[in-house]
Each structure stands twice: as C-alpha cells, then as structure tokens.
C-alpha cells in the first residue's frame, strides 16, 4: 500500500480543521452541476456504447451503457457510477480508453442524478416518475443489482467496482458489507455524505474491505477521506493526491483538464498491478493495409 505523495501539516491547523468541519460532509454538488454545462467530454467515435435495460434490486429498471469490445470471457468487467446531480454520461470519453487498456466497462445511470454531457439519467428520470426515493443512499440497490448483472451475464474475470464521489463512498461501503460482488474498487473523491447514516459509515465499512482499493480526489478532498483509506485493513491499497489542484470525481480523467494525464498514469498503475489483462485481451492498433502493388 501507500501514498503516491506525502503531505505534512501542522497540528494546530489539523485541530483548527476539525473544530470547523460538520460532521458530514455534503458532497459539492453545486460545483459540479456549475460545471457541467462547459465540462463536455470528449465522445470516441471508435467505441459506442451500447444502451441496455437491467432491473435494478427493487424491480426499478436502470439504462447502462455497454462498452464491451474485448471478447474474451475473462476480460476484466469494470462497473461505473457518476457522481451527484449527473449520469452515466460521465464515462463517454473514460470508457474507451478504459477499453483500449484491455477492460470492458458499464456505465450504471443510478436513481440519484440528472444530466451530464447532454446524457439523461433514465433511471432517476423512471424514479421520479414512480414517486420513489433519490437521495445518494437510495441508489445502493442499483449497485448491488449492476455489480450482481456484471459478475452473472457479462465476464467470468474480475469484477470491478468504479465511483465519482457519492458514489465513490458507496462502492467502498459494498466493499466493506458485501464483499463477494467486487474483486476491486476505483474510489474517485469519497467521503462521509450521508447525513441520515452513522457519522462513520463509510469508515466503519472500509475496515472490513478486502480487496484491492484505490482512492483519489481533488488535492483539496484528501483530508475528506484520509481516516476512511487508513481505516481499509488490505495491504493492497494505493491513494493519489494530485501535486495540481486536481478535479472532484472522475471527471479528473476528462482530456479537457491539464492534470488528468497524472490522474490516468495512477489509474493504469493500480490496474496493471491488480487485474492486469492477458496479452489476448489488450486490443492492438490495426495495421494500415499495404496499398496493391501497380502492375506492370
């Protein structure tokens, strides 16, 4: 395990720190939603998502996106979630190059969103509609029900649990509770953002985690989840605080932002070292074809 980076603070600044900060800490979704408008992914042409209906734990069906270019039955299945407000819209330009690492992806709309990269969520849409809860903690039937779907229909590999913020807290939660749905987890700036759950819910949950784990955040978010990552007993954890300001949630991976090569370098890193794939299932660039030779 370890830090990709240390950071020392003084001790009246970490106790100035805790006397000021609530208890929980609410997720900075305004920042988020601000963002988003601007914040467009860039969408590979190469690899398309295919939409898929799958229903969720309490028979709510959720829309996914499929990418699944590797064949191979064993190929690593990595399972994402957006962060609050947004959707699976988040993964259109991080899924690709997840894919051209060798992994097959889906990318889960959960009930506790809206909109991101002109993407609906679909599932919360279909929540609201049936009058049904959409607070962040509602949402974890739809990933249980995705992570169960991953494992039983779409790879005989690993599976892999991928968060953006609310979700990143929850997929560590999984993690902890119900450790048979995940062989791994990607936690992109978690923290404790459940207001009507125990103060250290998440935390309480990352004790019992045995499985490789990586967390990140914003530079800024690293104090948000320090005693949660502490807290995760397995020797094979890794967390990377960025030397740059850094991007809340995943959408640190986006190619719009300066740091996100740090970000994917990290990413590449815990993935090759865990769930490396087999030389069979890594796509290789097409050569171009030999133009026919003029006849004489």
Known sequence: MGYTRRMLVPLSLIALALASTPTHTPEPVADALQEAPSAQAVA???????????????G?????????????????????????????GEYREIAPQLCRMGYNCMAVDLRSGKEVNGVLNET????????????YADALPDMEA???????????????????SYSSALVL???????????????????????????????????????PTFVTSAKAEHERWKAIFEA?????????VPETKGQH????????FEDSPAYWKAVQTFLRAHFAPKPSMVPQPQKPAKAPADKQ
């Open 44 to 58: 590979d042409p190469e690899i398309q998502p295919r939409l898929r209906e799958i229903p969720s734990k309490d």
């Open 60 to 88: 709510l069906i959720m829309t996914v996106d499929l990418y699944v270019p590797n064949k191979h039955r064993e190929t690593p299945m990595i399972v994402l979630f957006h962060q609050a407000g947004w959707s699976r």
């Open 124 to 135: 919360a849409r279909r929540a609201r509609e049936g009058e049904l809860g959409t607070e």
């Open 146 to 164: 995705a992570l169960r779907y991953a494992r039983k229909q779409l790879t005989q590999g690993p599976v892999i649990a991928w968060g953006s």
């Open 173 to 211: 939660q999984l993690a902890g509770t119900q450790p048979k749905l995940m062989d791994g987890v990607l936690s992109f700036a978690p923290g404790e953002y459940f207001p009507d759950k125990p103060e250290d819910w998440i935390q309480s949950a990352a004790r019992t985690i045995a499985c």
């Open 232 to 240: 995760i007993p397995h020797a094979k954890k890794t967390a990377f």
């Open 249 to 256: 949630g995943s959408r640190a991976l986006w190619k719009r």
